[in-house]
C-alpha cells in the first residue's frame, strides 16, 4: 500500500452559477497539523477546482484527494446505467464522456441538459419551474442506489441518497452529475479509485462521504455538522488532529472539509478500506465505490 503525503478533501457543490458557497477545500499534510482551508479570492468555482487538480498532477503532488460526490450512477440493479437504452454507455469513463458532450452547452460544467435527454430524462426526478417531473422509469419513491450506497446505507455509515432524485435539500444528483464531468476532464491525468489503480507516485483522487468522517469524529446521526470552532477541535482531536486556525466563518462546507480531510489522513493507511469485500470487477468498473466503506 502507498504512501500519501498530503491529504485533500473537496466538499462539492452542483448548484447553478460560477462561483459557489457550497464548494470549500481543506488541506493537511502527514502527522498531527490540523488541516487548513485553501480559499482564493473570491471563492471556488467548480472550473478552479478542476484547474487545482490539473496543477497537482502537473507538480506530481502524492496527495490523497477525497471529493464528496457520487461518482457514478447505479448499473448493477439493472444491468445498465440507463435500461431500456441501447445507446447507455458500459462503464464509467464511457458515461463521464457521455454527460460532458450532451451538456457542453451547459457553463460552469453544470448538468441541466442532462434530465431533459430523451432517454437519460426517464430515470430522473427533477423540476421544472414550479413543476416536479418524474420520469416513467425512475423507481419509486427512493430512486436506484448504487452497490456502495446500499452497504453505507445497511453498514450504518449514513443515509445516502440517489442520484436520480434532483429535488429536494438532501438531493445529491446535481453534484453527482457536475462531478462526473469534472472526472471526465481528469480521465488519464489523475487516476480516480477503484476505476483506475493506484499510482506509485503522484496525486490519486476518492469519493468520499463526508458523513463517515463526521461520525468517526464523534459525530451521530443527525448531529454531525459542526458550526464553532470549539465542536471542530473536539472532532479534530477525535482523528489525531492538532487544534485548527480560527476561522472567520462557520458553516457546514468548512468544517466537513477540514473534518474529511483530517479523517483520510488517518483512514488512508487502513489497508481494508482499500479492498472492500463487495467491490467486484463490474462495480469496479462501472459504478466505484465510496472510501470509507466497508
Not at 471526465?184 to 468520499?208: K, T
Request: glycine share 10%; net charge positive.
Amino acid at each position: 500500500m502507498r504512501r500519501f503525503r498530503q491529504f485533500a478533501c473537496i466538499d462539492w457543490s452542483g448548484a447553478a452559477g460560477e462561483y459557489q458557497k457550497g464548494i470549500a477545500l481543506g488541506l493537511c499534510r502527514e502527522g498531527e497539523e490540523a488541516p487548513e482551508l485553501l480559499s482564493p479570492p473570491g471563492g471556488w468555482s467548480r472550473a478552479a477546482i478542476l484547474q487545482w487538480l490539473l496543477d497537482r498532477a502537473a507538480d506530481g503532488s502524492d496527495i490523497l484527494v477525497g471529493i464528496d460526490f457520487s461518482a457514478s450512477l447505479p448499473f448493477v440493479d439493472r444491468g445498465g446505467f440507463f435500461p431500456e437504452w441501447q445507446e447507455s454507455p458500459t462503464d464509467a469513463p464511457a458515461l463521464w464522456a457521455l454527460l460532458d458532450r450532451l451538456c457542453a452547452t451547459d457553463a460552469h460544467l453544470a448538468a441541466g441538459s442532462i434530465p431533459f435527454h430523451a432517454q437519460m430524462g426517464r430515470h430522473f426526478r427533477h423540476r421544472r419551474a414550479a413543476e416536479t417531473i418524474t420520469g416513467d422509469l425512475f423507481e419509486q419513491r427512493m430512486g436506484r442506489f448504487r452497490r456502495t450506497e446500499l452497504a453505507c446505507r445497511a453498514g450504518g455509515f449514513g443515509h445516502c441518497v440517489s442520484s436520480f432524485n434532483l429535488i429536494g435539500a438532501a438531493q445529491v444528483g446535481k453534484s453527482a452529475l457536475t462531478g462526473m464531468r469534472l472526472l471526465h476532464r481528469l480521465a488519464g491525468r489523475v487516476p480516480i479509485w477503484p476505476f483506475d489503480p493506484l499510482p506509485p507516485a503522484g496525486p490519486a483522487i476518492v469519493e468520499i462521504y463526508t458523513s463517515i468522517a463526521a461520525r468517526a469524529a464523534g459525530g451521530t446521526r443527525g448531529r454531525s455538522k459542526i458550526r464553532d470552532g470549539g465542536a471542530l477541535d473536539r472532532a479534530l482531536a477525535a482523528l489525531d488532529a492538532r487544534a485548527h486556525r480560527p476561522l472567520d466563518r462557520y458553516d457546514d462546507h468548512k468544517t466537513d472539509a477540514l473534518v474529511t480531510a483530517a479523517w483520510l489522513r488517518r483512514a488512508a493507511a487502513d489497508p481494508i478500506l482499500w479492498s472492500p469485500s463487495a467491490l467486484s470487477p463490474l462495480i469496479r468498473r462501472t459504478e466505484g465505490w465510496t472510501f470509507g466503506v466497508r
